[in-house]
């Protein structure tokens, strides 16, 4: 690694500590040449997840997409903006865990309505309609029967 200040090569670890729940590690250098301290992180790479969507497509995952899809189903319910990206975060934690590159989109859709069942029962209905494309009451009486069992 390279000092950002003069270029030297060489530098020695001030302090280290863990970011992000533990999946990264936060560096403090200090340049042998100048002296001069910086920061550095560590985090993994992850391969590429691809999404198989149900016509047999493949897509890229992507976080946004599935913020945006709990975001719109905890509308005007108490939940705040940290508990959904904590959702997204162990939905990603499962996905991960368990792919080798790919993962359905049932998959998906099963781990967020899992998380949204124990949050918030409303939630859960809302998204559990648009992502088993009820057709009309029936099915969405149905869902709501399975709930108070």
Do not use: W
Not at 49 to 67: A, S, T
Not at 70 to 78: D, L, Q, S
Not at 85 to 99: H, N, P, Q, T
Not at 120 to 146: H, I, N, P, T
């Amino acid at each position: 690694m390279n000092c950002p200040f003069c270029g030297h090569d060489e530098d020695r670890v001030v302090d280290s500590r863990s970011v992000r729940e533990g999946r990264g590690v936060r560096r403090r250098r200090e340049c042998l040449g100048c002296k001069e301290r910086y920061t550095t992180y560590e985090y993994i790479e992850k391969v590429e997840l691809m999404v198989v969507k149900n016509d047999g497509r493949q897509e890229p995952y992507d976080r946004g997409k599935l913020i945006e899809g709990i975001r719109v189903a905890c509308k005007k319910r108490p939940i705040g903006a940290k508990k959904i990206e904590a959702m997204v975060d162990e939905v990603e934690k499962r996905i991960y865990g368990l792919s080798r590159g790919e993962v359905a989109s049932q998959q998906i859709g099963e781990h967020v309505m899992d998380l949204l069942r124990e949050t918030d029962e409303v939630a859960y209905v809302r998204f559990a309609s648009v992502y088993r494309k009820f057709q009309d009451k029936s099915q969405f009486f149905e869902e709501l029967k399975q709930m108070l069992e």
